[in-house]
């Protein structure tokens, strides 16, 4: 009797024990998960202030920095931005060495073939640096045999005269400085980049450089980059990008990084980068 007894409770001690360890499995897979969930790895191209840039110390910093870290809050993760060349950008997606790029990156339909954008989250017309002794004056004026232009590889700037100003001679660079010097020192006769880029170099190069601010095309759209296969998580980012822009998280970033150019642009009557509707 006493043996049936002993076993009775052998077995219910062991049943006891196997719901215990189940439930203990379970919240240890949920905090496990938690605790192991991989960073969130971004791209960008840290040559671009305020949008994407490095601070004095070599960190991350500006809007898309920003941006890139509430997302990672939001989907509980930690963010590994990682500093990439422009050319670089898609194909660190489609080699899933980054979980997304947000880089400053117009929506296109040749862009949107290799990968998955997500909903623009801000508008950008191109505008046109010139030399402050130039007559440029037009878009058209561009268009002419002799001139040339300098574009950043790559850039809807590099787009648009590619399609457009084929009368015109390109000069393909790596980065926006070099274009801006080339400008600067009437080496090329205008810079096809966006709006707000063209505003801010012209400020900080008034003695020998112009703007023209002139609607020659509809507003292009920037938005995040995913991969192809990874739509799940781009939908994520729609779903954050909503509550994001609901709760004026551009309005405080606009703050943060582009109150001047704010209230120039609403002067000018110009739409603003983050009013998308």
């Known amino acids: 009797m006493k043996k049936f007894i002993l076993m009775g409770l052998i077995a219910l001690i062991s049943v006891s024990t196997l719901f215990a360890n189940g439930n203990m499995e379970q919240e240890n897979m949920t905090g496990t998960d938690t605790k192991t969930l991989k960073p969130l790895v971004v791209a960008m191209e840290l040559a671009y202030p305020p949008f994407e840039t490095k601070d004095d110390s070599g960190k991350a910093m ?68 010139t030399n402050k002794g130039s007559d440029i004056k037009t878009i058209e004026d561009l268009n002419q045999a002799g001139k040339k232009i300098a574009v950043k590889t790559g850039s809807t700037g590099f787009i648009y005269a590619s399609k457009n100003l084929t009368k015109a001679k390109s000069i393909v660079l790596a980065d926006e400085s070099a274009c801006v010097t080339e400008v600067a020192q009437g080496k090329a006769d205008g810079f096809i980049y966006d709006q707000l880029t063209i505003y801010r170099n012209w400020m900080k190069n008034q003695d020998t450089t112009a703007a023209v601010f002139i609607p020659f095309q509809n507003p292009e759209k920037w938005g995040a980059a995913f991969n192809k296969d990874n739509t799940a998580l781009r939908d994520q980012f729609n779903t954050f990008l909503a509550q994001f822009q609901k709760d004026g998280g551009f309005d405080d970033l606009s703050e943060k990084y582009l109150a001047d150019e704010k209230a120039h642009f609403d002067e000018l009557g110009f739409v603003w980068f983050f009013d998308v509707k």
């Open 62 to 129: 500006g809007i898309s920095p920003d941006v890139a870290r509430a997302f990672a809050q939001y989907l509980g993760r930690d963010t590994k931005i990682v500093n990439t060349s422009w050319d670089g950008l898609i194909p660190s997606l489609q080699t899933n060495k980054a979980d997304m790029v947000i880089s400053s990156m117009t929506i296109t339909e040749d862009r949107a073939k290799v990968v998955a954008f997500s909903n623009p989250y801000a508008n950008s017309n191109l505008a046109i640096l």
